[in-house]
């Protein structure tokens, strides 16, 4: 399965995994590019020292390509940058913030360049800019959304025409979605919550039972009447926020009752006090295999979806 996604990255299969924070480390990211996908090293909210680690022992466990996505909010961003530079990875993805000021200072390194985007007018931005590729993501995900759905985005997105790969994101968790972005006409995906059921995802093992028991309306959206959304799974924590956000509560007390639930809902399995990021397709989200086997059964359901769609007359 090769098309431009797959040659600019070296890769076999057109899948991007998501820059999870406090779920991408170097060993699941090693695991996906072993896999023939492209893997990533979340760096939000984690210090220079640990990226640094993690992306040595990623360099350990595979010889392909992988990445770190780069969270351009985060106070030590330069340093991450730097140190991604230095280390040569093959490619960054970006979010919260502009991606432009990085362009050059990555690609004089040879670091390609993916932000996400999550409307025409960034996509449009970006692109003429000059990055690699681009991921447009909808609200479908799990964790920080936009407003729009990933169907909306591609018809909008796709209007135009683009030398650069476009990659779907949100919500996408099968092949019959890889599928069914790659009829739209993009040119590949990015898979976050799909990888956090994998052996090798170091998310705590009650979260990841609780992703794989959560049935397809357990989703809610905490922070969307304040343009900070956030996708995860319905529990006490989400209860208090949505609580305090419908009661009118100040944007500063939402971002405090916010601060830190990632991490102990990820990384620390407190699945009541936690915020446990997944996005809306829950219903196939059941099981917990290795990335080769995620990524190998994505591929057969994408080829068996495309061969059933050469059968369809109009």
């Known amino acids: 399965m090769q098309n431009k996604f797959t040659k600019l990255m070296g890769i076999q299969y ?7 924070a406090w779920s991408s480390d170097g060993t699941l990211a090693a695991a ?58 093959a490619f960054i993805t970006t979010g919260a913030g502009s991606p432009v000021p990085w362009i050059e200072p990555m690609h004089a390194a040879g670091v390609k360049i993916i932000p996400v985007v999550p409307n025409v007018k960034l996509a449009r931005r970006v692109a003429a800019a000059g990055v690699d590729a681009m991921v447009i993501e909808g609200m479908e995900g799990g964790g ?40 739209m006409g993009a040119d590949g995906v990015q898979m976050g919550s ?29 922070g969307y009447s304040r343009g900070m959304g956030v996708r995860c799974l319905k529990n006490a924590f989400t209860e208090k926020y949505l609580a305090a956000e419908i009661s009118g509560a100040p944007k500063e007390t939402l971002m405090e009752l916010g601060t830190g639930t990632s991490r102990i809902g990820m ?38 979806t495309l061969a059933r769609a050469r059968d369809i007359e109009l």
């Open 267 to 304: 990384k620390e399995g407190d699945t009541v006090n936690g915020s446990i990021m997944v996005g809306e397709s829950l219903a196939v989200l059941n099981d917990i295999l290795p990335c080769q086997e995620v990524v190998d059964r994505i591929i057969q359901e994408a080829r068996e």
């Open 32 to 89: 996906v590019s072993n896999a023939g996908a492209a893997g990533i090293i979340g760096s939000g909210g984690r210090t220079t020292e640990w990226v640094e680690e993690e992306i040595r022992k990623a360099k350990s466990l595979t010889a392909k390509p992988f990445g770190v996505n780069l969270m351009l909010m985060a106070p030590n961003v330069k340093e991450i940058a730097e140190l991604v530079c230095r280390e040569k990875v």
């Open 194 to 222: 799909r990888f956090l059921l994998t052996t090798e995802c170091p998310i705590h093992e009650k979260t990841k039972d609780m992703i794989v028991h959560a049935v397809d309306t357990d989703n809610v959206v905490t």
């Open 144 to 183: 920080h959304i936009g407003t729009l759905s990933i169907m909306a985005l591609l018809e909008n997105v796709l209007r135009d025409s683009y030398d650069i790969p476009v990659l779907a994101a949100g919500g996408i968790a099968d092949g019959r979605a890889l599928a069914a972005a790659l009829l």
């Open 14 to 20: 057109p899948i991007l995994q998501g820059g999870m």
